[in-house]
């Protein structure tokens, strides 16, 4: 029998992200959208890549992100894999071009990131921990 599926910190990270989605957006609540979409978004990947894992169905370690986001799409962890792309495409713009346009990009990136994100910890939820 496998050890639990430890999702911690994740339901925490993503209630942090739906949080400040509630808020009417400045420029610094913006800029705190982003900053946790960045770390929701790759606790998001690391679950996906854990539970895998915990399973015992691949091994998940010379999956490229894409290739880890099709096989949770084929497992029905997430919906759409391309738009997880998607989500990792705005995560690097993050790192590497950063202004206002990228920001507001990312920003409605966050927006829509949130509900699939609560989608993924639903059918992580579903497994006995």
């Not at 599926?5 to 009417?24: C, D, G, Y």
């Not at 915990?54 to 099709?70: A, I, K, P």
């Not at 738009?83 to 990136?109: K, L, M, S």
């Amino acid at each position: 029998m496998n050890p639990p599926l430890v999702l911690a910190p994740f339901p925490e990270a993503l209630a942090s992200l739906e949080k400040i989605l509630q808020i009417a957006g400045e420029d610094i609540v913006r800029d705190a959208t982003i900053h946790r979409f960045e770390y929701t978004y790759e606790l998001a990947w690391k679950m996906i890549k854990r539970h895998f894992d915990w399973l015992g169905v691949s091994d998940t370690n010379g999956l490229s992100r894409r290739e880890l986001f099709r096989l949770a799409a084929e497992m029905r962890l997430i919906g759409d894999a391309g738009v997880w792309f998607e989500y990792n495409q705005a995560r690097n713009q993050t790192v590497h071009a950063y202004g206002i346009a990228v920001a507001n990009e990312v920003y409605a990136t966050a927006r829509r990131f949130a509900a699939d994100a609560r989608l993924l910890l639903r059918e992580l939820q579903k497994h006995p921990a």
